[in-house]
């Protein structure tokens, strides 16, 4: 027993018992962890970071000059990740590979869009309405902004009667092209149905209208306030409201100043040589007539009168 003891006080003034000896299985765990280690910090210091014009450009399928316009507005983005769960999903909706690159193109942020959150959902709604695939995929190419911004589908349902059908609705946000189908985005009881009141009042209709281009989609969803002045402006034209030159005095105005107005309608009655109220009946007849320039219109009254030999009065 005394020679156990002193044993014990040896081995503690050793610090302690001789190490147990390796397992090959250990020492060839410890191998691997490190190797795996090794590698994985060789990987990311040699791993590329994410390119974002790259990216548009390799897989996306836009031009250099469209990715570095694009990548402003997204060089946020760090991975790959959600912009290809985006691209994933519109191929889902059919849409084809030139497709998504103009979606892109037109709309960059639409690939910082969450498909489960925001877009997934959105969809189901104008599946609810009854859109087909390929329409829901023809509203997406015109006005992607709108769908990752806003409930479309609720927009819809109040401009589909307006319009009297789905395909004359696209046609009109297409040709006003306020970027991404302004129509859409516009706040619906604050913006738009003040604005369809009045023109409903000046005898306008809202297709026709619209159907004039960007001029008369901007009317449409420009603040209600502004569209007060733009209809008391065409009045000052002397186009009765109610006829169908109104509406083109209207969008005259809202695409030209005041003070151009003015300055065109002073170069006529010099180079015509004739009165105000003879240009009145010129302009109520055809008021889109102000919207040329004025080098134009001295050019186009001098061969008038000049080679074709008219009569300033006809």
């Known amino acids: 027993m005394l020679r156990l003891q002193k044993r014990f006080l ?6 302690g018992a001789s190490p147990l000896p390796t397992s090959p299985l ?16 060789a990987t990311t210091s040699t791993e590329s970071p994410f390119s974002v014009q790259d990216y548009l450009v390799n897989t996306c399928g836009l031009t250099r000059a469209q990715s570095l316009k694009a990548s402003r507005s997204i060089s946020h983005l760090r991975s790959p990740s959600n912009p290809d769960a985006v691209r994933a999903f519109l191929s889902g909706l059919g849409l084809s590979s030139s497709d998504i690159a103009a ?41 992607a902004p709108a769908l990752r911004s806003c409930d479309v589908a609720s927009r819809l349902q109040f401009w589909i009667p307006l319009f009297g059908s789905f395909d004359e609705l696209v046609n009109a946000v297409s040709r006003g092209a306020l970027g991404g189908g302004a129509l859409l985005r516009r706040d619906i009881d604050t913006v738009v149905k003040p604005n369809v009141e009045l023109l ?10 619209a159907k004039t281009g960007l001029s008369g989609t901007w009317v449409i969803v420009c603040s209600p306030e502004k569209l007060q002045v733009l209809v008391a402006r065409a009045d000052e034209l002397g186009v009765p409201r109610g006829s169908g030159q109104f509406m083109y005095a209207l969008t005259t105005v809202s695409c ?27 302009v109520v007849k055809h008021p889109s007539l102000l919207r040329s320039s004025e080098d134009n219109l001295r050019s186009t009254v001098e061969f008038l009168i000049n080679k074709v030999g008219l009569e300033p009065e006809y």
Do not use: N, W, Y
Request: proline share 4%; charged share 25%; net charge positive.
């Open 10 to 15: 040896s081995l503690l003034r050793d610090g």
């Open 26 to 41: 250990t020492s060839l765990h410890r191998h691997l962890c490190a190797t795996a280690t090794a590698t994985a910090t």
């Open 103 to 143: 979606v892109v193109a037109a709309d960059p942020k639409f690939l910082c869009s969450k498909v489960d959150g925001t877009l997934a959902p959105r969809v189901a709604k104008l599946r609810d309405l009854g859109l087909s695939p390929s329409k829901i995929a023809r509203l997406v190419l015109i006005g």
């Open 200 to 209: 409903l009042r000046c005898g306008l209709k809202i297709p026709h209208l």
């Open 256 to 282: 030209v100043t005041q003070e151009k107005l003015a300055a065109r309608m002073e170069l006529l009655k010099k180079t015509l040589g004739c009165s105000d109220d003879m240009l009145k009946i010129a």
